[in-house]
């Protein structure tokens, strides 16, 4: 047991040694490139266009980096940050190799590793955007309006009509019952929603029948809910009404 929890203990020690080591690796002696996309479209399959930046990191004594576009050298950056900002517009279309080289204080050279991205053209990248995005949102809308339709049919299922067909809930902030609202914002079978008595917004879920129950009891502790109309007003009423048509002109 204690030997298991000696073996445990370093083997956490290695996890978390690793761990704050990595950082290190990485910014070793080795220069790493990457390209950031500052405005555009940055797509599937390594498609972009629009405004990019290199940005490399680089050892301590790195005095200039040379950006690389194929073998076109397109900038060179003597100040860290290491960084040259570019419109994809200005080269050619198709598939380009980018890769950047270090220079030391010594005179020595590094090279990165290289980054690859195919440069397409504005309209592309917006034909792939409306061919990706747009049906993202189609079915974002369907799912949203199924969820609706099963909400509303389980609702009348349990004879909430006069609740709405969302339900009601109890708002946590100031205790009353309200029913929620379409436009409640869903978050599975909770929903983020605005109380219409305290105004404030929290993520609340149907109430039972139980709980609504106990706080109307609660709510009302003289005579509860003013009686609906009983037999006998029905019975008068029928009676006064026959006794009213007795005096109209037919
Ligand atoms: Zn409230």
């Not at 419109?87 to 279309?93: E, I, V």
Request: charge should be positive.
């Amino acid at each position: 047991m204690v030997a298991y929890r000696t073996l445990r203990r370093s083997l956490l020690a290695g996890v978390v040694l690793v761990l704050l080591a990595a950082p290190l690796w990485a910014q070793g002696s080795e220069l790493k490139l990457t390209l950031r996309r500052d405005w555009g479209y940055g797509g599937f399959g390594g498609d972009i266009q629009g405004t990019f930046s290199f940005a490399a990191t680089a050892p301590p004594d790195t005095v200039a980096v040379d950006f690389y576009i194929d073998d076109q050298l397109v900038a060179t950056d003597t100040q860290a940050p290491w960084r040259y900002q570019f419109q994809t517009d200005d080269y050619a279309l198709g598939t380009h190799v980018m890769r950047a080289v270090g220079h030391t204080a010594a005179g020595a050279t590094m090279a990165s590793n290289t980054v690859t991205n195919t440069f397409v053209s504005a309209s592309q990248g917006q034909a792939v955007l409306v061919r990706f995005v747009l049906p993202l949102v189609g079915v974002l809308l369907l799912a949203f309006i199924i969820g609706t339709l099963i909400s509303v049919r389980r609702s009348r299922r349990q004879g909430g009509s006069a609740a709405g067909p969302w339900g009601v809930a109890i708002c946590p902030k100031c205790g009353r019952p309200f029913a929620m609202h379409l436009f409640g914002l869903n978050l599975g079978t909770r929903k983020y929603d605005r109380c219409p008595h305290c105004g404030k917004w929290s993520v609340v879920r149907r109430a039972s029948q139980a709980e609504l129950a106990a706080l109307e009891a609660a709510a009302a502790p003289g005579p509860a809910v003013t009686p609906g109309p009983g037999p006998d007003d029905v019975e008068a009423q029928r009676r006064q009404r026959l006794e009213d048509s007795r005096f109209e002109d037919v």
